[in-house]
């Protein structure tokens, strides 16, 4: 395979990785903890209403004093 076959397909898999349509989806929410900083999942939980679905991404929750510089976000998105 040619050199810039294997740069194609190395990009081709890394943008299917950063779709978040190839993001985890789960029916409740990741407990604290169960989620690294950064990393994204779905929940169809029913919270977000029709046609939308609920964003999770974990943050850093175990910090000296029970603080968090990096709290957990949630937001609705479209399906």
Do not use: Y
């Amino acid at each position: 395979m040619s050199r810039i076959a294997c740069v194609l397909a190395s990009i081709a898999i890394l943008g299917i990785a950063a779709n978040p349509a190839a993001a985890q989806v789960v029916k409740r929410e990741p407990a604290m903890g169960a989620l690294k900083p950064g990393q994204r999942v779905l929940v169809d939980d029913g919270s977000c209403g029709p046609g939308k679905i609920k964003e999770v991404i974990g943050g850093d929750h175990k910090l000296v004093g029970g603080r968090s510089n990096i709290l957990r976000q949630r937001r609705c998105i479209a399906r």
